[in-house]
Protein backbone atom coordinates (compact mmCIF):
# COMPACT_ATOMS: atom_id res chain seq x y z
CA UNK A 1 0.00 0.00 0.00
CA UNK A 2 1.47 3.29 -0.72
CA UNK A 3 0.44 6.78 1.03
CA UNK A 4 1.33 10.15 1.80
CA UNK A 5 1.37 11.36 5.30
CA UNK A 6 1.80 15.26 6.14
CA UNK A 7 3.00 15.52 9.27
CA UNK A 8 2.68 18.68 11.22
CA UNK A 9 5.01 18.76 13.63
CA UNK A 10 4.25 22.16 15.54
CA UNK A 11 5.92 23.49 18.98
CA UNK A 12 7.20 22.69 22.09
CA UNK A 13 7.55 18.76 22.62
CA UNK A 14 5.56 18.85 19.37
CA UNK A 15 8.43 17.75 16.40
CA UNK A 16 10.17 15.17 19.76
CA UNK A 17 7.05 12.72 19.92
CA UNK A 18 5.92 13.54 16.17
CA UNK A 19 9.18 11.97 15.05
CA UNK A 20 8.67 8.67 17.53
CA UNK A 21 4.93 8.55 15.52
CA UNK A 22 6.77 8.68 12.62
CA UNK A 23 9.92 6.29 13.24
CA UNK A 24 7.18 3.35 14.47
CA UNK A 25 5.41 4.16 10.96
CA UNK A 26 8.47 3.69 8.64
CA UNK A 27 8.72 0.15 11.30
CA UNK A 28 5.52 -0.83 10.42
CA UNK A 29 5.90 0.00 6.38
CA UNK A 30 9.14 -2.11 6.70
CA UNK A 31 7.89 -4.95 8.07
CA UNK A 32 4.33 -4.81 6.27
CA UNK A 33 5.93 -4.04 2.80
CA UNK A 34 3.83 -0.91 2.70
CA UNK A 35 5.20 2.69 1.07
CA UNK A 36 4.30 5.24 3.42
CA UNK A 37 5.99 8.91 2.14
CA UNK A 38 5.95 11.53 4.83
CA UNK A 39 5.66 15.96 3.78
CA UNK A 40 6.31 17.98 6.60
CA UNK A 41 4.76 21.35 7.34
CA UNK A 42 4.37 23.84 9.31
CA UNK A 43 1.57 24.77 11.94
CA UNK A 44 0.84 26.63 15.20
CA UNK A 45 3.56 29.32 16.64
CA UNK A 46 6.87 28.44 14.53
CA UNK A 47 4.64 28.77 11.50
CA UNK A 48 3.21 32.19 12.90
CA UNK A 49 7.25 33.08 13.39
CA UNK A 50 7.82 31.35 9.89
CA UNK A 51 4.73 32.36 7.55
CA UNK A 52 2.89 35.22 10.01
CA UNK A 53 0.38 32.82 9.67
CA UNK A 54 -0.86 29.57 11.94
CA UNK A 55 -1.84 27.76 8.71
CA UNK A 56 -0.39 28.85 6.45
CA UNK A 57 -1.37 28.08 2.57
CA UNK A 58 2.04 25.98 1.95
CA UNK A 59 0.94 23.90 5.08
CA UNK A 60 -2.66 23.46 3.31
CA UNK A 61 -1.45 22.37 -0.14
CA UNK A 62 0.18 19.44 1.75
CA UNK A 63 -2.04 18.27 3.70
CA UNK A 64 -4.34 18.46 0.68
CA UNK A 65 -2.21 16.48 -1.29
CA UNK A 66 -1.82 13.88 1.68
CA UNK A 67 -4.02 10.47 2.69
CA UNK A 68 -3.76 11.30 6.23
CA UNK A 69 -2.38 13.97 8.48
CA UNK A 70 -0.22 13.64 11.97
CA UNK A 71 -0.17 16.51 14.10
CA UNK A 72 2.05 17.35 17.30
CA UNK A 73 0.84 20.30 19.40
CA UNK A 74 1.06 23.65 19.16
CA UNK A 75 1.60 27.34 21.00
CA UNK A 76 3.83 28.46 24.20
CA UNK A 77 4.46 31.59 25.90
CA UNK A 78 6.74 32.89 23.31
CA UNK A 79 3.26 33.60 21.30
CA UNK A 80 1.38 35.26 23.93
CA UNK A 81 1.59 38.56 22.36
CA UNK A 82 0.06 37.24 19.06
CA UNK A 83 -3.94 37.82 19.80
CA UNK A 84 -5.87 34.71 20.32
CA UNK A 85 -7.44 34.77 17.05
CA UNK A 86 -4.19 34.63 15.39
CA UNK A 87 -2.64 32.88 17.75
CA UNK A 88 -1.15 29.10 17.48
CA UNK A 89 -3.85 27.31 18.52
CA UNK A 90 -5.60 28.66 15.69
CA UNK A 91 -3.69 26.96 13.47
CA UNK A 92 -5.20 23.71 14.78
CA UNK A 93 -8.30 24.94 15.55
CA UNK A 94 -8.25 26.18 11.79
CA UNK A 95 -7.27 22.82 10.20
CA UNK A 96 -9.96 20.85 12.01
CA UNK A 97 -12.60 23.16 10.27
CA UNK A 98 -11.34 23.14 6.79
CA UNK A 99 -10.91 19.12 7.12
CA UNK A 100 -14.14 18.79 8.29
CA UNK A 101 -13.35 16.53 10.64
CA UNK A 102 -16.30 16.94 13.03
CA UNK A 103 -15.67 13.46 15.21
CA UNK A 104 -12.75 13.87 17.27
CA UNK A 105 -12.47 10.07 18.60
CA UNK A 106 -10.48 9.77 22.12
CA UNK A 107 -10.15 6.28 23.47
CA UNK A 108 -9.30 6.44 27.43
CA UNK A 109 -7.43 2.59 28.36
CA UNK A 110 -5.77 2.00 31.52
CA UNK A 111 -3.44 -0.39 31.34
CA UNK A 112 -2.51 -3.51 33.55
CA UNK A 113 1.12 -2.75 34.28
CA UNK A 114 0.49 0.95 34.51
CA UNK A 115 -3.06 0.76 36.85
CA UNK A 116 -0.98 1.38 40.22
CA UNK A 117 0.32 4.88 38.87
CA UNK A 118 -2.37 6.96 38.58
CA UNK A 119 -3.22 8.96 41.52
CA UNK A 120 -6.86 7.44 41.55
CA UNK A 121 -6.68 3.98 43.87
CA UNK A 122 -5.99 1.36 41.24
CA UNK A 123 -9.63 -0.94 42.01
CA UNK A 124 -11.37 2.15 40.26
CA UNK A 125 -9.11 2.56 37.33
CA UNK A 126 -8.09 -0.79 36.70
CA UNK A 127 -9.80 -2.09 33.50
CA UNK A 128 -11.41 1.75 32.54
CA UNK A 129 -12.07 1.30 28.62
CA UNK A 130 -13.68 4.45 27.64
CA UNK A 131 -14.08 6.14 24.32
CA UNK A 132 -14.95 9.90 24.05
CA UNK A 133 -16.75 11.06 20.80
CA UNK A 134 -15.85 14.58 20.99
CA UNK A 135 -17.52 17.14 18.60
CA UNK A 136 -15.14 18.82 17.44
CA UNK A 137 -15.70 21.62 14.81
CA UNK A 138 -18.61 23.47 16.06
CA UNK A 139 -20.29 24.70 19.49
CA UNK A 140 -18.61 27.51 21.26
CA UNK A 141 -15.18 27.39 19.49
CA UNK A 142 -16.36 28.07 16.33
CA UNK A 143 -19.56 30.79 16.29
CA UNK A 144 -20.62 33.71 15.78
CA UNK A 145 -21.14 36.68 17.31
CA UNK A 146 -17.17 37.23 19.27
CA UNK A 147 -14.49 38.98 20.26
CA UNK A 148 -14.55 42.09 22.62
CA UNK A 149 -16.90 44.83 22.85
CA UNK A 150 -17.34 47.82 24.75
CA UNK A 151 -13.39 48.99 24.27
CA UNK A 152 -12.66 45.90 25.42
CA UNK A 153 -14.08 45.76 28.67
CA UNK A 154 -17.22 42.83 27.68
CA UNK A 155 -16.49 39.64 25.53
CA UNK A 156 -18.50 37.10 23.42
CA UNK A 157 -18.82 33.69 22.69
CA UNK A 158 -21.52 32.06 21.37
CA UNK A 159 -22.32 28.52 21.51
CA UNK A 160 -24.27 27.11 18.78
CA UNK A 161 -25.26 23.63 17.56
CA UNK A 162 -28.01 22.53 15.01
CA UNK A 163 -29.86 19.31 14.50
CA UNK A 164 -27.73 17.94 12.19
CA UNK A 165 -24.37 18.54 13.49
CA UNK A 166 -25.83 17.28 16.50
CA UNK A 167 -27.07 13.81 14.95
CA UNK A 168 -23.59 13.13 12.85
CA UNK A 169 -21.76 13.03 15.92
CA UNK A 170 -24.58 10.79 17.84
CA UNK A 171 -24.42 8.34 14.60
CA UNK A 172 -20.61 8.40 15.20
CA UNK A 173 -20.99 7.44 18.69
CA UNK A 174 -24.04 4.43 18.06
CA UNK A 175 -21.85 2.93 15.69
CA UNK A 176 -19.11 2.75 17.52
CA UNK A 177 -21.09 1.49 20.83
CA UNK A 178 -22.35 -1.29 18.92
CA UNK A 179 -18.95 -2.66 17.82
CA UNK A 180 -17.83 -2.18 21.77
CA UNK A 181 -19.77 -2.80 24.93
CA UNK A 182 -23.36 -1.23 23.75
CA UNK A 183 -23.45 1.97 25.84
CA UNK A 184 -24.00 5.43 24.76
CA UNK A 185 -23.55 8.40 27.67
CA UNK A 186 -24.11 11.51 26.23
CA UNK A 187 -23.12 14.57 28.01
CA UNK A 188 -24.85 17.76 27.69
CA UNK A 189 -26.39 20.64 30.41
CA UNK A 190 -29.72 20.03 29.34
CA UNK A 191 -30.63 21.46 32.66
CA UNK A 192 -29.20 25.39 31.65
CA UNK A 193 -28.45 25.48 28.00
CA UNK A 194 -30.61 25.39 24.67
CA UNK A 195 -27.97 23.70 22.96
CA UNK A 196 -27.97 20.92 25.35
CA UNK A 197 -31.24 20.66 25.12
CA UNK A 198 -31.34 20.50 20.95
CA UNK A 199 -28.49 18.17 21.94
CA UNK A 200 -30.67 15.31 23.90
CA UNK A 201 -33.64 15.73 22.35
CA UNK A 202 -31.80 15.08 19.01
CA UNK A 203 -29.64 12.03 21.01
CA UNK A 204 -32.51 10.44 21.87
CA UNK A 205 -34.00 10.65 17.96
CA UNK A 206 -31.00 9.40 17.17
CA UNK A 207 -30.94 6.31 19.58
CA UNK A 208 -34.07 5.40 18.41
CA UNK A 209 -32.24 4.05 15.54
CA UNK A 210 -29.76 1.78 17.26
CA UNK A 211 -32.12 -0.39 19.28
CA UNK A 212 -29.74 -2.52 20.60
CA UNK A 213 -27.79 0.09 22.36
CA UNK A 214 -27.96 1.35 25.69
CA UNK A 215 -28.61 5.11 25.95
CA UNK A 216 -28.57 7.24 29.13
CA UNK A 217 -27.40 10.97 29.77
CA UNK A 218 -25.78 12.88 32.30
CA UNK A 219 -24.90 16.54 33.43
CA UNK A 220 -21.52 18.02 32.56
CA UNK A 221 -20.70 18.62 36.23
CA UNK A 222 -21.95 15.01 37.46
CA UNK A 223 -20.20 13.47 34.32
CA UNK A 224 -16.96 15.14 35.49
CA UNK A 225 -17.52 13.50 38.70
CA UNK A 226 -18.60 9.93 37.73
CA UNK A 227 -15.42 9.59 35.49
CA UNK A 228 -13.16 9.57 38.30
CA UNK A 229 -15.61 8.04 41.31
CA UNK A 230 -16.84 5.07 38.64
CA UNK A 231 -15.05 5.25 35.29
CA UNK A 232 -16.11 1.58 34.55
CA UNK A 233 -19.83 2.74 33.91
CA UNK A 234 -18.79 4.28 31.05
CA UNK A 235 -18.43 2.59 27.68
CA UNK A 236 -19.32 5.23 24.60
CA UNK A 237 -18.96 8.88 25.65
CA UNK A 238 -20.66 11.43 23.27
CA UNK A 239 -20.54 15.19 23.75
CA UNK A 240 -20.19 18.79 22.62
CA UNK A 241 -16.55 20.44 21.83
CA UNK A 242 -15.75 22.09 24.86
CA UNK A 243 -17.27 19.79 27.65
CA UNK A 244 -14.90 17.02 25.30
CA UNK A 245 -11.84 19.10 25.51
CA UNK A 246 -12.13 19.48 29.58
CA UNK A 247 -13.40 15.45 30.50
CA UNK A 248 -11.09 13.94 28.24
CA UNK A 249 -8.10 16.04 30.09
CA UNK A 250 -9.53 14.82 33.33
CA UNK A 251 -10.27 11.34 32.08
CA UNK A 252 -6.03 11.41 31.06
CA UNK A 253 -5.67 10.88 35.19
CA UNK A 254 -7.44 7.48 34.98
CA UNK A 255 -4.44 6.21 32.79
CA UNK A 256 -1.81 7.81 35.08
CA UNK A 257 -0.25 10.19 31.89
CA UNK A 258 -2.03 12.40 29.46
CA UNK A 259 0.87 11.52 27.56
CA UNK A 260 -0.22 8.51 26.60
CA UNK A 261 -3.86 9.47 24.92
CA UNK A 262 -3.97 9.44 21.24
CA UNK A 263 -6.76 10.65 18.67
CA UNK A 264 -8.33 10.64 15.67
CA UNK A 265 -10.65 13.40 14.10
CA UNK A 266 -12.65 12.21 11.39
CA UNK A 267 -15.27 12.86 8.90
CA UNK A 268 -17.26 12.23 5.91
CA UNK A 269 -13.68 13.24 3.05
CA UNK A 270 -10.29 12.20 3.35
CA UNK A 271 -7.52 13.22 5.45
CA UNK A 272 -8.07 12.49 8.69
CA UNK A 273 -6.25 14.47 11.21
CA UNK A 274 -4.31 11.94 14.31
CA UNK A 275 -2.69 13.97 17.11
CA UNK A 276 -2.23 13.08 20.44
CA UNK A 277 -4.42 14.66 23.36
CA UNK A 278 -1.77 16.75 25.06
CA UNK A 279 -0.44 20.03 24.34
CA UNK A 280 2.97 21.35 23.60
CA UNK A 281 4.90 21.52 27.02
CA UNK A 282 7.24 23.97 26.22
CA UNK A 283 8.64 23.02 29.64
CA UNK A 284 9.91 20.32 28.20
CA UNK A 285 10.45 20.97 25.30
CA UNK A 286 13.77 19.51 23.84
CA UNK A 287 14.75 17.32 26.56
CA UNK A 288 14.22 14.21 25.33
CA UNK A 289 12.07 13.59 28.46
CA UNK A 290 7.93 13.19 27.58
CA UNK A 291 5.61 10.29 26.64
CA UNK A 292 5.69 9.55 22.67
CA UNK A 293 3.69 6.59 23.25
CA UNK A 294 -0.08 9.36 22.65
CA UNK A 295 1.77 10.22 19.26
CA UNK A 296 2.10 6.58 18.31
CA UNK A 297 -1.12 5.35 19.76
CA UNK A 298 -2.20 8.11 17.28
CA UNK A 299 -0.14 6.24 14.37
CA UNK A 300 -1.95 3.26 15.10
CA UNK A 301 -5.37 4.91 14.70
CA UNK A 302 -4.51 6.57 11.47
CA UNK A 303 -3.18 2.87 10.51
CA UNK A 304 -6.56 1.20 11.45
CA UNK A 305 -8.93 4.19 10.50
CA UNK A 306 -7.39 6.11 7.36
CA UNK A 307 -5.87 3.34 5.81
CA UNK A 308 -7.52 -0.11 6.96
CA UNK A 309 -4.58 -1.52 7.96
CA UNK A 310 -6.26 -3.67 10.83
CA UNK A 311 -3.49 -6.10 11.58
CA UNK A 312 -0.80 -3.46 11.49
CA UNK A 313 -2.57 -1.18 13.77
CA UNK A 314 -3.28 -4.31 15.78
CA UNK A 315 0.65 -4.96 15.84
CA UNK A 316 1.54 -1.61 16.87
CA UNK A 317 -0.13 -1.54 19.93
CA UNK A 318 0.70 -4.56 20.91
CA UNK A 319 4.52 -3.69 20.83
CA UNK A 320 3.63 -0.92 22.56
CA UNK A 321 2.34 -3.24 25.49
CA UNK A 322 5.08 -5.09 25.35
CA UNK A 323 7.50 -2.56 26.41
CA UNK A 324 4.98 -1.18 28.94
CA UNK A 325 4.98 -4.49 30.23
CA UNK A 326 8.85 -5.24 29.97
CA UNK A 327 8.83 -2.50 32.33
CA UNK A 328 10.33 0.30 30.17
CA UNK A 329 9.04 3.89 31.33
CA UNK A 330 9.27 7.44 30.63
CA UNK A 331 9.68 9.87 33.11
CA UNK A 332 5.88 10.74 33.21
CA UNK A 333 4.94 7.23 34.38
CA UNK A 334 8.04 6.01 36.51
CA UNK A 335 7.73 6.26 40.56
CA UNK A 336 10.71 6.00 43.30
CA UNK A 337 10.43 2.32 42.90
CA UNK A 338 11.01 2.44 38.76
CA UNK A 339 14.47 1.19 38.67
CA UNK A 340 16.68 3.69 36.95
CA UNK A 341 18.05 1.68 33.82
CA UNK A 342 13.91 0.98 32.77
CA UNK A 343 13.15 4.92 32.77
CA UNK A 344 13.92 6.07 28.91
CA UNK A 345 13.80 9.09 26.70
CA UNK A 346 11.34 9.59 24.34
CA UNK A 347 13.87 8.83 21.62
CA UNK A 348 14.91 5.84 23.29
CA UNK A 349 11.39 4.16 24.50
CA UNK A 350 10.73 5.00 20.55
CA UNK A 351 13.72 2.94 19.42
CA UNK A 352 12.20 0.03 21.62
CA UNK A 353 8.67 -0.23 20.39
CA UNK A 354 10.68 -0.01 17.39
CA UNK A 355 13.01 -3.24 18.00
CA UNK A 356 9.71 -4.79 18.94
CA UNK A 357 8.31 -4.27 15.81
CA UNK A 358 11.38 -5.80 13.70
C1 LIG B 1 -7.28 19.70 22.46
C2 LIG B 1 -6.68 21.07 22.71
C3 LIG B 1 -7.29 22.05 21.70
C4 LIG B 1 -8.77 22.10 21.95
C5 LIG B 1 -6.62 23.43 21.70
C6 LIG B 1 -5.17 23.34 21.29
C7 LIG B 1 -7.35 24.43 20.84
O1 LIG B 1 -6.87 21.45 24.02
O2 LIG B 1 -7.17 19.21 21.33
O3 LIG B 1 -7.80 19.11 23.40
O4 LIG B 1 -9.23 22.80 22.87
O5 LIG B 1 -9.50 21.42 21.23
MG1 LIG C 1 -7.64 19.87 25.27
Known sequence: MKKNIAVLPGDGIGPEVT??????????????????????????????????????????????????????????PKWDYVPVANGPDQ????????????????????????????????EIVKDTDILFVRELTGGIYFNSPRGRRDKGNSAIDTSKYSKEEISRIATVA???ALKRRKKVTSVDKANALETSRLWRETVVEMG??????????????????QLIKNPKQFDVILTENMFGDILTDE????????????????????PYLYEPIHGSAPKYAGQNKVNPIGAILSAAMMLRISFKLEKEADTLEK????VLQSGYRTKDI???KTPKNKILGTKEIGDKICEELK
Do not use: W
Request: proline residues 4%.
Open 19 to 76: QQAVNVLKAIAGRFKHSLHFVYGSIGGEAIDRYGNPLPPETLSSVNTSNAVLLGAVGG
Open 91 to 122: GVLMIRKLLRVFANLRPVKTYTSLSSLSVLKQ
Open 174 to 176: FNH
Open 208 to 225: KKFPTVQLEHLYVDNAAM
Open 251 to 270: AAVLSASIGLLPSASIGNTH
Open 319 to 322: AVEK
Open 334 to 336: TTE
